[in-house]
């Protein structure tokens, strides 16, 4: 299951979002915001944070205006690992080498279709695993007790 979120700058992507995953018949869970009126980011980045940390949800997507305000908000919970992709190229690598499990998204920064081809990067890309990325993602979180 992908958590999904947005404030009201990353809602219209994260309803287009929507729109792709269910071509590609991937669930999800939409966590909101439910309509482009103005909403605090942290509120939402929390929650999805939350249900990915849990377990609940395996992987989460946040949208805002440039991806970072969520990824701020999402790296303070314990065992997410965010990043915030502007291209496949990061996308993959956050993947591979960071595991990351949120991958945080700028609707003002990157265009919608590169966006879709970040999404997909992300969600296809395994942890390349191997003991020298594994021992480092165990210090990101041992290190700040997170
Ligand atoms: C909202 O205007 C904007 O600040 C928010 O979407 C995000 O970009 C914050 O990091």
Request: glycine share 10%; charged share 20%.
């Amino acid at each position: 299951m992908i958590a999904l979120g947005s404030d009201h700058a990353g809602y219209e992507y994260k309803e287009l979002l929507k729109k792709h995953l269910d071509a590609l018949g991937k669930p999800y869970q939409d966590f909101g915001t439910a309509s482009p009126d103005s909403v605090d980011y942290p509120d939402v980045g929390h929650t999805v944070s939350k249900s990915v940390a849990s377990g609940k949800c395996l992987r989460g997507i946040l949208i805002c205006g440039t991806g970072i305000g969520m990824s701020i908000v999402a790296n303070k919970h314990s065992g997410i690992r965010a990043a915030v992709c502007e291209s496949t190229a990061s996308a993959k690598l956050s993947r591979e080498h960071n595991d990351a499990n949120i991958l945080c998204l700028g609707a003002r920064i990157t265009p919608w279709e590169t966006a879709k081809e970040i999404v997909d990067t992300f969600l296809t890309t395994p942890f390349s695993g191997g003991e020298r990325h594994m021992n480092r993602i165990q210090k990101i979180h041992s290190l700040t007790g997170l």
